[in-house]
Nanobody, 126 residues
Framework: QVQLVESGGGLVQTGGSLRLSCAAS????????MGWFRQAPGKQREFVAG????????VYTDSVKGRFTISRDNAENTVYLQMNSLKPEDTAVYYC???????????????????WGQGTQVTVSS
């Protein structure tokens, strides 16, 4: 019912910045918790950041806290991930996900999310 399309990935140098966008269509996502995950080659997909459906609650995994910022623009039906001070270990395919279940807690596992985008590649060179 919801389609998610990520964009904004690319190749940057260490210390650079990127802003990822996740555009939703089919349904409004204003009542959905939204999350960003990433997966590096040979590794499991991991939680990066999440923002609750009300927009007032945000969580980050420890490795990106202070560097990444998740936000949402409900008028545009879009979620963003601003990534600053990028490191080579941030290199991964980044995925946007939507949780349609009105949970009070932001999920950190893939199983809590109902819809997924196709992913966008982020590569950080040394």
């Amino acid at each position: 019912q919801v389609q998610l399309v990520e964009s904004g990935g690319g190749l940057v140098q260490t210390g650079g910045s990127l802003r990822l966008s996740c555009a939703a269509s089919g349904r409004t996502i204003s009542s959905y918790t939204m999350g960003w995950f990433r997966q590096a080659p040979g590794k499991q997909r991991e939680f990066v950041a999440g923002i609750r459906w009300g927009g007032n609650t945000i969580v980050y995994t420890d490795s990106v806290k202070g560097r990444f910022t998740i936000s949402r623009d409900n008028a545009e039906n879009t979620v963003y991930l601003q990534m600053n001070s990028l490191k080579p270990e941030d290199t991964a395919v980044y995925y946007c996900a939507a949780d349609a279940n009105l949970r009070v807690i932001i999920g950190r596992t893939m199983g809590t999310y109902d819809y997924w985008g196709q992913g966008t590649q982020v590569t950080v060179s040394s």
